[in-house]
């Protein structure tokens, strides 16, 4: 990974470079092939360079484009084949150029159009913005701050609070869900253990103005999406296209290629997946190097049989080393919560840190692993829904089968986790926290820690009691537990059965509860954005049903409502003399919101805005607008008296300024 790093001044103070050099000089471990930076005024890029992919290789970011666009990106670009013909780009160029000719090819549309593992910004100095953009999984960090004066972003946090202006001080919340759940909160994604510091979260897109930054998902499962075909080989093999070429992305690489093979299915078939691509002269990358930590001999975790039959269809050896001597709880735990930039302590870190170790000494710089496949791939949440169907005797055949397929240890667990799943999925949420008292009481599971204090535990167990879930439609208890490991948010009805005849009317009520909180326009509007996205959904998927027509009536309403938001916000600014924000509130206005139904009043107090700003050509271009397209309007006297006034004031300085020069 290569690290990224930025500061925009907002406040207009020329950019120290000396600052922006100690930012990026945290990150040295990870630019292994050298570092640059560029600076524009207040604002400054730096990147730590790692080269990954062929295309990579030689080049120095940050990246400049067309009227100053600056780039900085840490990643790769998966569909960059689908990208380059249509911005008639050369296959040779590094991906950043490819995500630097997207951006300007669509400003507003740059996060939609990418697929891959990266985390970029780019500053746009015609637009004065600054964007940030993370992939759809969350693979590469990102994180920022903003005050009044600076905003700043980086791949780790160690290098934001190297800047004189950002403090170092504890996130109280963020801390707790660490040090209790070791996990950010399912409904807090961007919360850190640092104040004012937050992460960008997955599929996510940031966009900051001098004004404000606003971040928005651009991306999330379409769980109404669903493909349908003839037999399970028809799926198997669908399935195996989409697993080959997740393996042929990921494994384009200028270096060799490292695959962690436990001896487990997941690992296994991505190293034979991506020797199989090596034999098929489909492969993009030097080498492939498998590294392995079997077990102690003749133990539960012993997998050398299954490493020896992988050995033998990839025709390549792989490196084993003994995982005993390097696992402990508190070994190297200085070094994991240096580099995790969390309280977090794992006993296996002596093994992450040895493959990554082996890794690098054979050269490679991608390192492939099975984990979370698991979770994503199979969950034993489906005897859950046996159970549920009253076929207990196959749920007894089932878990028998576990101990053969894996192992003693794990068959123990997965039967343990389903008497718990159970409780989660089919207890009344009423008993939800009786149980779990008694659980902790009587069983001593989950007993307080003296080490923390009461406080710290209310704040951290404030939501224990409540189920972790993301809806009750779910046609299985199976798929709901893979939808709750594969994302944060919670789902709805609709989302979940989108075909459902009642459909319509849940989404149509889903927008009403959001227009019930929709506040004045002189507040916050995130609920009637929320509303306005509940309408459009019904206005999209069912246009002709009876909900359609008050769907759409309600959209015009809402952004009515966040347009008159952005012309109080505007007022505010134009009242504080802050010339330049309250004419960008006003002429985005009027680009966001095309169907505003007081443009005249807009009109005039933009044009107002510009001529007390000394730009009296461009504020009579707006005055004559109200002229001319609202000759009716109290806006149209009052922008003739407006212009007539000016005419005045212009003629009085110019006389003015005559009579100085026939004086001189």
Request: glycine fraction near 8%.
């Amino acid at each position: 990974m290569s690290g990224i790093v930025g500061i925009w001044n907002i406040d207009g103070r020329p950019l120290d470079p000396v600052v922006l050099s100690s930012m990026s000089a945290s990150l040295r471990h990870r630019g292994s092939d050298g570092a640059g930076q560029r600076i524009q005024g207040p604002v400054g890029f730096a990147c730590q360079q790692r080269w990954i992919t062929a295309e990579d290789v030689g080049e120095r970011q940050p990246l400049v484009g067309r009227g100053g666009v600056l780039l900085t990106m840490d990643g790769r670009l998966d569909n960059r084949e689908e990208l380059l013909p249509a911005l008639g780009l050369a296959r040779s160029v590094s991906d950043a150029t490819v995500v630097l000719a997207a951006y300007e090819a669509w400003p507003d549309g740059l996060a939609e159009r990418l697929n891959g593992d990266f985390a970029l910004a780019a500053f746009d100095p015609w637009r004065q913005r600054l964007i940030l953009v993370r992939d759809s999984i969350g693979i590469r960090p990102l994180y920022y701050f903003r005050s009044d004066r600076v905003l700043a972003f980086a791949s780790e946090i160690k290098a934001l609070l190297t800047h004189p202006d950002i403090p170092a001080r504890p996130d109280d919340e963020g801390i707790a869900d660490y040090m209790l759940t070791c996990a950010r909160p399912l409904d807090r994604q961007e919360v850190t253990c640092f104040a004012g510091i937050l992460a960008l979260p997955p599929a996510h897109v940031a966009v900051s103005t001098p004004t404000r930054t606003i971040a928005r998902r651009y991306w999330d499962f379409d769980v109404g999406r669903s493909i349908r075909l003839r037999s399970s080989d028809e799926y198997a093999e669908a399935f195996r296209e989409r697993f080959a070429e997740a393996v042929r992305r990921r494994t384009r690489s200028a270096y060799p290629v490292a695959v962690a093979v436990s001896g487990g299915l997941d690992s296994s078939s991505i190293f034979c997946q991506a020797g199989r691509l090596r034999r098929s002269g489909a492969a993009n990358h030097p080498a492939l190097i498998g590294i392995s930590h079997p077990g102690a001999a003749g133990s539960d975790a012993d997998e050398s049989a299954y490493l020896a039959d992988v050995e033998r269809e990839c025709g390549v050896e792989i490196q084993r080393f003994a995982l005993e001597p390097l696992i402990g709880f508190m070994q190297g735990a200085d070094e994991q919560i240096r580099a995790s930039e969390a309280p977090l302590v794992e006993y296996m870190w002596g093994r992450s840190r040895e493959l990554h170790r082996r890794a690098a000494t054979a050269g490679a710089r991608m390192l492939l692993t099975g984990d979370w496949g698991d979770q994503v791939l199979f969950s034993s949440t489906y005897l859950v829904d046996l159970f549920r169907r009253f076929r207990w005797q196959e749920i007894r055949r089932h878990t028998r089968e576990f101990f053969r397929w894996v192992g003693p240890a794990e068959a123990r667990v997965l039967r343990r986790r389903f008497v718990l799943d159970l409780a989660r999925h089919d207890l009344p949420r009423q008993l939800v926290a009786p149980v779990k008292w008694v659980r902790r009481r009587l069983l001593g599971v989950e007993r307080p820690k003296p080490w923390f204090s009461r406080a710290f535990l209310r704040r951290g167990l404030r939501f224990a009691d409540r189920p972790a879930t993301i809806g009750e439609g779910f046609h299985s208890a199976q798929a709901g537990s893979i939808y709750l490991e594969a994302r944060s948010k919670y789902l709805d009805f609709v989302t979940l059965y989108g075909d459902h005849p009642k459909a319509p009317y849940a989404q149509f009520q889903a927008g009403m509860c959001s227009v019930k909180q929709i506040y004045s326009a002189s507040r916050d509007q995130a609920q009637t954005q929320i509303a306005i996205d509940d309408f459009k959904e019904i206005d999209k998927r069912w246009p002709k049903s009876p909900y359609a027509r008050a769907a759409r009536q309600f959209i015009g309403k809402g952004q009515d409502g966040l347009a008159e938001h952005e012309f109080i916000v505007g007022s505010f600014y134009l009242k504080k003399k802050a010339y330049q924000a309250a004419t960008e509130r006003f002429t985005g206005l009027l680009e966001k919101y095309p169907l505003y139904g007081q443009k005249d009043k807009v009109y005039y107090w933009l044009g107002r805005t510009l001529i007390d700003a000394r730009s009296p050509d461009e504020g009579r271009v707006w005055l004559d607008q109200v002229l001319n397209q609202y000759p009716r309007s109290k806006y149209a006297k009052m922008s003739k008296d407006l212009l007539a006034e000016a005419a005045k004031k212009e003629a009085a300085a110019a006389a003015k300024a005559a009579k100085r020069k026939a004086a001189s």
